[in-house]
């Protein structure tokens, strides 16, 4: 019989999520596809929020934005339309029987899982109403569009003004995402995969009104005009004429209702049985928050599970672990479907005079370049926030503590050395924590004898916090050279990289980046921060006494 530390029913994003990082912690694991090839054709074609950050982590950062897909950097609201050798293997071996014998066992086969369905629905697990009720059914089209030639089509008409290829493929299919409603329908449509690849989503909703029976034509029905331009609006020399896009150049490659309801499991585990994805939690995808959601999910079970792996807990301890984990999911969830439920909002909105004058107040808004800067960071600010409020059993002191928060990610440089994402610099061993060290300009030195004595006394396991899992970070503009503190040897040390830094390297930062980001979270008094593999902060402590004191409860915590 195979012998292994996790056994992961499904490989969709948050399987694979989960069993990409207990690969990387070292941790064995089986991943079990009922599927034998993978799926071309997505449902989830969006990522967004720390999705993207904790690919990194698992080690497909670069590719997810080259390979994978691209950068979608404008989300567009409209009415009406638009204009590396492996850590991991699969056996998919047809018909082999095995016998597995396993620690965990995670269910991640999706909203009807057999997991659930099988083991943990005897034991009183349900997926139950959320704080929201929402059934719709929507179509959802995949698309392939190739582009037309004035070789393949020389009767075209935007040839004879000069549009090349490439400009009548940006004409019809524009980059960016667009969110639509006119008074029958919402409807959603964008470009997806990675740049080039000429894949188009659409989808709308269906209403009572519509027959089904034949879906395509169905999306014909409802999307034909989509491609077809009033020549006016392209030239004068087209006017009273209208310009369609070829219709054989567009590949229905997929295209069927899916009902979309909210849902969330009341127990998100039983003993060894755990429930990450959509087995566990289902909302609809208006807020394009679906697979970051379950990611997170996968991300924030990974490290828990490698610990209980390692330093073997009892059971009591390992049903706090996991309680504080579920609750943390939930509170999780919660954020990510209020999100939905802004953005379904916007798209379902109904009212003719609600809608009418909610256009005209965003209109109003967006002539103010100040004021649309404002609502667009408050829509894409990461709000997420543990308390011991909404998680008392979660992993972290809140309050005074300040933990619960993520740490900011920034990129920071070793003296002489190219930048790099903060978190691979901070977060080296995926399944201990790590100890960030705050040194200021006119900091005393920090030696490594007395963290290595704090550590000592703190007597936490070795698999969990080392000397190596600590970095010294030179922050306010101190340096080796600026700061009465050094590096020294067996202590890694960073410094944050300003944006001319960055500009000199040739990398260009993200929108908002700041590098004071870290620190600014915290006092000013602020030395030690302790970071879970999860990016949440543990506790900050401005002294070694108060390191102590929260490691103490760590200790505690795991006991
Ligand atoms: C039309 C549509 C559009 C969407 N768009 C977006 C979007 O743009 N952005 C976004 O974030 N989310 C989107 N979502 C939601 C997103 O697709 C899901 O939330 C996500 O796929 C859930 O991932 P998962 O790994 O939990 O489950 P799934 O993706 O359902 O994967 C489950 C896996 O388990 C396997 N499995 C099932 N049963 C068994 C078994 N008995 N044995 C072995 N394997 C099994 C399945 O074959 C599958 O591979 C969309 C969903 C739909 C339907």
Same mark, same amino acid.
């Given at each position: ?12 994003p ?28 997505p449902r989830g074609i969006v990522v967004n929020g720390d999705a993207v950050r904790?690919s ?8 997810l934005t080259?390979?994978i897909g691209k950068d979608i950097s404008v989300l567009n609201f409209h009415r009406g339309n638009f204009r ?54 929507w179509?959802a089209a995949n698309l ?26 940006d004409t019809f299919w524009p980059t960016g995402f667009y969110f639509c409603n006119d008074?029958?329908r919402p409807q959603v449509s964008g470009r997806f995969g990675p740049a080039?690849s000429?894949f188009w989503r659409h989808e709308y909703s ?17 999307f034909?005009?989509w ?33 979309f ?22 909302f609809p995808p208006f807020g394009r928050q679906g697979i970051a959601c379950?990611i ?39 954020g990510a479907m209020n999100a939905t439920r802004l953005n379904g909002s916007i798209v379902n909105m ?5 809608g009418?004058?909610y256009r005209?107040v965003m209109r109003l808004v967006w002539q103010f370049p100040i004021l649309a800067r404002l609502r667009t960071h408050r829509a894409f600010r990461d709000k997420l !926030? ?5 998680? $008392? &059993? ?5 309050? =005074?503590?300040? @933990?619960?928060?993520?740490? /900011? ?99 260009t930062?993200i929108k908002g980046y ?11 008094? !602020? ?5 879970? $593999? &999860? ?5 900050? =402590?401005?002294? @070694?006494?108060?390191?102590? /004191? ?10």
């Amino acid at each position: 019989m195979e012998e292994t530390t996790v056994v992961i029913v499904g490989a969709g994003p948050s399987g694979l999520a989960l069993g990409a990082l207990l690969g990387r912690m070292n941790v064995k694991t089986i991943i079990l596809e009922k599927d034998t090839e993978v799926c071309e054709d997505p449902r989830g074609i969006v990522v967004n929020g720390d999705a993207v950050r904790i690919s990194y982590q698992i080690g497909i950062g670069e590719g997810l934005t080259k390979r994978i897909g691209k950068d979608i950097s404008v989300l567009n609201f409209h009415r009406g339309n638009f204009r590396q050798s492996p850590f991991m293997t699969f056996d998919i071996r047809d018909g082999a029987k095995h016998l597995i014998r396993t620690s965990w066992l995670v269910g991640a086969d999706g909203k009807r899982g057999v997991v659930r369905k099988k083991f943990l629905e005897p034991e009183g697990v349900r997926q139950v109403e959320g704080e929201w009720t929402y059934v719709g059914t929507w179509v959802a089209a995949n698309l392939k569009i190739t582009t037309p030639t004035p070789e393949s089509h020389p009767e075209f008409p935007l040839w004879k003004l000069g549009y090349t290829p490439q400009q009548v493929h940006d004409t019809f299919w524009p980059t960016g995402f667009y969110f639509c409603n006119d008074d029958k329908r919402p409807q959603v449509s964008g470009r997806f995969g990675p740049a080039g690849s000429g894949f188009w989503r659409h989808e709308y909703s269906v209403e009572p009104e519509d027959n089904l029976d034949d879906v395509q034509g169905h999306l014909w029905k409802i999307f034909g005009s989509w491609m077809i331009i009033p020549g006016s609006k392209l030239s004068r020399t087209l006017a009273k004429t209208v310009v369609e896009f070829p219709r054989d150049c567009i590949d229905v490659i997929r295209c069927r209702p899916f009902t979309f309801t909210v849902k969330v499991v009341n127990k998100w585990f039983v003993r060894n049985t755990m429930l990450i994805g959509d087995a566990a939690h289902v909302f609809p995808p208006f807020g394009r928050q679906g697979i970051a959601c379950r990611i997170r999910d996968a991300q924030s079970l990974a490290w828990r599970l490698a610990m209980m792996s390692t330093i073997s807990v009892l059971t009591t301890t390992r049903e706090r672990i996991l309680e504080g984990w579920s609750q943390e999911r939930r509170h999780a969830w919660k954020g990510a479907m209020n999100a939905t439920r802004l953005n379904g909002s916007i798209v379902n909105m109904w009212s003719f005079f609600g809608g009418l004058l909610y256009r005209i107040v965003m209109r109003l808004v967006w002539q103010f370049p100040i004021l649309a800067r404002l609502r667009t960071h408050r829509a894409f600010r990461d709000k997420l !926030a543990f308390t011991h409020k909404t998680c $008392p &059993d979660g992993f972290f002191l809140d309050g =005074a503590g300040v @933990g619960g928060r993520k740490v /900011a990610q920034i990129r920071v440089r070793k003296q002489g050395q190219a930048p790099i994402l903060s978190d691979s610099a901070f977060l080296r061993n995926l399944s201990h924590l790590s100890l960030l060290v705050f040194v200021r300009r006119d900091s005393p030195a920090v030696e490594h004898a007395q963290i290595a004595e704090i550590l000592k006394v703190a007597d936490l396991p070795r698999d969990m916090l080392t000397m190596e899992d600590v970095t010294l970070y030179f922050i306010d503009g101190s340096s080796s050279e600026t700061s009465t503190a050094r590096p020294e040897p067996g202590l890694e040390a960073y410094y944050p990289c300003t944006t001319e830094e960055l500009a000199g390297e040739g990398i260009t930062p993200i929108k908002g980046y700041h590098h004071t980001s870290v620190e600014d979270r915290y006092g000013s008094s !602020a030395k030690f921060v302790l970071v879970r $593999p &999860d990016f949440i902060v543990h506790s900050v =402590a401005s002294s @070694g006494e108060e390191l102590l /004191a929260n490691l103490g409860k760590t200790g505690e915590y795991f006991r």
